[in-house]
C-alpha cells in the first residue's frame, strides 16, 4: 500500500511544536509544599512589649526606694488613730492639776490648761481595724510607692551623669562601674505626718470626724524646712465612715494619697 509523504514544511512545524512543549513542561516548577518565602517587608511586625512584659523589666531595674520615718510622731503613727472629744477633755484635765500642782510648788497664782491642739493628741487605734490594710498610715506604703518612683528617675539620671564624668576623668575601672550605680535608697527621708479620724467639734451631740493625713519630704533645715503636704476630708458622721465595712475611709485615703503624690513630686530635685 502506497502512503502519501508528508510535506516537509509540515514536518518541520511538528517538530517545532513538539520540541517547544517539551521545554514548557522541562522548565516548569513543580507545586512546592512549602510556605513562600516572605521577604523583610512583607513579614509581620514584631508586637510590642505588653505591660505585663515591661511592668517586669522596670521592676528588674535598680530601684530608689525613700526611707519612712516617724518625723516627730512618737511610735503608733504607722497605724490609724482616732481622737475622740473625751481625749481633749482629759488632756485639759490633766494639764490643770498639773497647773495647779505647780502653783502650789511655786507660790505662783497662774491656774489654767497650756494651749494645745487637738491634732497633736495621740488618739487611740480601731480593733476592728487590726488586721486590714486600710489602717496602715499611706506614707509607708501607697505614697512611698508612688514617691519612690519619682527618686529612681532621679536617682538614674545622677548616675548617668556621674558614669559620663567618670569615662572622661580619668577614673579607675572600678570607680567608673562604682560610678554608673543606682542608690537602693534616697537622701531624702519621707517623714510622717497626721493618719488621723479627728472628732469636728468640741461641744454638741453630732459625731463628726475629719480624716487628715500628711507627709513631709526632707530633713529640716535652717532657713529650709521640709516640702511638706496636707490632706483632709470633708467632716463625716462617725456612722457613714463605718458604713460598708468603711468605703467611705478607703475613698478618702485614695484622694489623700493622690494628692500628697501630686504635691510631693514637685519638690525641685535637688532636694531629693
Known amino acids: 500500500m502506497n502512503l502519501k509523504k508528508r510535506p ?3 514536518f518541520a512545524c511538528g517538530i517545532a511544536l513538539a520540541i517547544g512543549g517539551f521545554s514548557a513542561h522541562a ?6 509544599t512549602t510556605p513562600f518565602a516572605t521577604s523583610a517587608a512583607d513579614a509581620p511586625a514584631t508586637p510590642p512589649p505588653s505591660p505585663v512584659a515591661l511592668g517586669a523589666q522596670e521592676a528588674a531595674a535598680p530601684q530608689t526606694r525613700l526611707r519612712f520615718t516617724r518625723g516627730v510622731y512618737k511610735p503608733g503613727i504607722e497605724r490609724l488613730r482616732v481622737v475622740r472629744r473625751e481625749d481633749t477633755g482629759n ?8 497647773n495647779v500642782v505647780t502653783t502650789l510648788i511655786a507660790g505662783g497664782l497662774s491656774i489654767g490648761a497650756q494651749g494645745f491642739s487637738k491634732d497633736d493628741l495621740g488618739g487611740v487605734t480601731l480593733e476592728e481595724l487590726k488586721d486590714d490594710p486600710l489602717a496602715v498610715n ?4 501607697e505614697l512611698n510607692d ?3 518612683k519619682v527618686a529612681t528617675d532621679i536617682y538614674r539620671k545622677r548616675a548617668e551623669a556621674a558614669y559620663a564624668t567618670a569615662l572622661t576623668d580619668g577614673s579607675t575601672p572600678e570607680e567608673i562601674e562604682e560610678a554608673r550605680k543606682v542608690q537602693k535608697e534616697a537622701d531624702t527621708p519621707l517623714n510622717s505626718g497626721p493618719w488621723h479620724l479627728v472628732y469636728e467639734n468640741l461641744t454638741g451631740s453630732d459625731e463628726l470626724f475629719r480624716l487628715k493625713f500628711g507627709a513631709e519630704l526632707g530633713r529640716a533645715g535652717f ?9 483632709q476630708s470633708e467632716p463625716v458622721a462617725w ?3 463605718k458604713a460598708d465595712n468603711w468605703q467611705r475611709l478607703r475613698e478618702e485615703r485614695a484622694k489623700a494619697v493622690t494628692s ?3 504635691t510631693l513630686a514637685a519638690t525641685p530635685e535637688k532636694r531629693w
Open 8 to 10: 516537509p514544511a509540515a
Open 239 to 241: 456612722t457613714q465612715w
Open 27 to 32: 522548565v516548569e516548577p513543580e507545586a512546592s
Open 138 to 141: 499611706p506614707a509607708i506604703t
Open 260 to 262: 500628697c503624690t501630686e
Open 91 to 98: 488632756r485639759i484635765a490633766g494639764q490643770v492639776a498639773l
Open 223 to 231: 532657713m529650709r524646712p521640709p516640702f511638706a503636704c496636707l490632706y
Open 146 to 148: 508612688a514617691l519612690s
